[in-house]
């Protein structure tokens, strides 16, 4: 069945960086536009990054800038990273399966925190 499995996340200072891993399984990755989405606390899901099965990438533009989305398809994995991180980054962000029109439905790992905080 369809896994996706996010690591990478914690607890880093403003300004700081970090990178989510977001490994897969159990369908055709490389066929697939893969997005990252975030929760931020008592606030719905938020689509924040996709990349299609062509590199191309989109960013929303709270994020534009500051966060790098990748793909390696040798490992079915794909990647955030995350530069210049705002306490508004703070959330647990999930990897989905899906784009931008159909993130809030798509299947999602379990998530990860980050938290952005002095």
């Known amino acids: 069945q369809v896994q996706l499995v996010e690591s990478g996340g914690g607890l880093v200072q403003p300004g700081g960086s970090l990178r989510l891993s977001c490994a897969t399984s159990?369908?055709?990755?490389?066929?697939?536009?893969m997005t990252w989405a975030r929760q931020a606390p008592g606030k719905g899901l938020e689509w924040v990054s996709s990349i299609n099965r062509d590199f191309t990438t989109t960013y929303a533009n709270s994020v534009k800038g500051r966060f790098t989305i990748s793909r390696d398809n040798a490992k079915n994995s794909y990647y955030l990273q995350m530069n210049s991180l705002k306490p508004e980054d703070t959330g647990v962000y999930y990897c989905v399966l899906g784009d931008s029109g159909s993130y809030r439905t798509a299947i999602r790992g379990q998530g990860t925190q980050v938290t952005v905080s002095s």
């Open positions: 159990g369908f055709k990755f490389a066929f697939n536009v």
